[in-house]
Nanobody, 118 residues
Framework: QVQLVESGGGLVQPGGSLRLSCAAS????????MGWYRQAPGKQRELVAR???????NYVDSVKGRFTISRDNAKNTVYLQMNSLKPEDTAVYYC????????????WGQGTQVTVSS
């Protein structure tokens, strides 16, 4: 059974920083793309950032220059460093990963709340 477990969310003031982590565990042979999505109340879930197994990254325009995605393949973990946070970054953040565990499937974490407010 493969699981993704997120951590690092919380309440932060505008301009502050948070670092999200997402660790994959279970019967894992390999991990391809890993990513972070977010969903704000009343809005659709959107892709925030994605990183390939080779380290290539892409970001949604609204976070470019403020957020950085990275991964530690030895730990099966993906990170999202979020700087210069804005109130509009408030959302539940979900990680996902394309994992080969017998079959290649996309797995999702349970979500972690990020609230940016003074």
């Amino acid at each position: 059974q493969v699981q993704l477990v997120e951590s690092g969310g919380g309440l932060v003031q505008p301009g502050g920083s948070l670092r999200l982590s997402c660790a994959a565990s279970g019967r894992i042979f390999s991990i391809y793309n890993m990513g972070w999505y977010r969903q704000a109340p009343g809005k659709q879930r959107e892709l925030v950032a994605r990183i390939t197994s080779g380290g290539s990254t892409n970001y949604v325009d609204s976070v470019k220059g403020r957020f950085t995605i990275s991964r530690d393949n030895a730990k099966n973990t993906v990170y999202l460093q979020m700087n210069s946070l804005k109130p509009e970054d408030t959302a539940v953040y979900y990680c996902n990963a394309d994992i080969v565990s017998g079959l290649r499937l996309t797995y999702w974490g349970q979500g972690t709340q990020v609230t940016v407010s003074s």
